[in-house]
């Protein structure tokens, strides 16, 4: 394992404004990613990077995603994909393999299917835990960060994934338009949460199936 390129990574990671930093090793998980698996051949393991959203411009969402909110995500995701392009450059310099995989690239938008769980990686990674929201929730940031994954032949540290540590919090639960979270994180409504996503894209709130009204309330300590 190469421990030195291995923080050099996460220090250029941190100074170039991610919140958090995390690896894992996905061999156990490739068979649930939406790839043509030839493509994965290699790459076991996985860098997981989050970004904290601005908690003053979430506020600002009551009951529907504002227009700020959508360019705010938007840069997010913009800013995360060029981050795991740079990463992928450093690997690949090293001689290393590497892909970055699009922080919001979905490609079944009813059943929020991606080519990868994002928020599953970076579980593994020890970043956070699944939410009652089917967010993931960090300790530091609650549910306000976005996700990017990079997928590498790198040997990775593999970490204990964090326990469930939403406890009695229920906030989540109490804000959703649709009732679509539910007390056990299994159970969460995905056709409920995509009907409302449409219904505020259609209404041009936003034009783009996105929310907020969960990430707004789940804050963390930090």
Known sequence: MDDRLIQNIKDFCINEGAALFGTTCIKDIKSEFN????????????????????????????????????????????????LALKVTNILQGHGYQAIPIPASQIIDWKNQIAHLSHKKIAHLAGLGWIGRNNLLVTPEYGAQVRLVTILTDLELPVPQPMNFGCGDCSACLEVCPVKAIKENPEKFDHIACYNKLDEFRRKNFVGQHICGICVKVCKGKG
């Open 35 to 82: 790839f043509s698996l030839p493509e994965l051949d290699g790459l076991d393991y996985a860098i997981s990077i989050a970004f904290r959203l601005s908690q003053k411009i979430l506020d600002q969402i009551q009951d529907h995603p504002t227009k700020l909110y959508f360019h705010h995500y938007r840069m997010v995701n913009m800013f995360l994909d060029q």
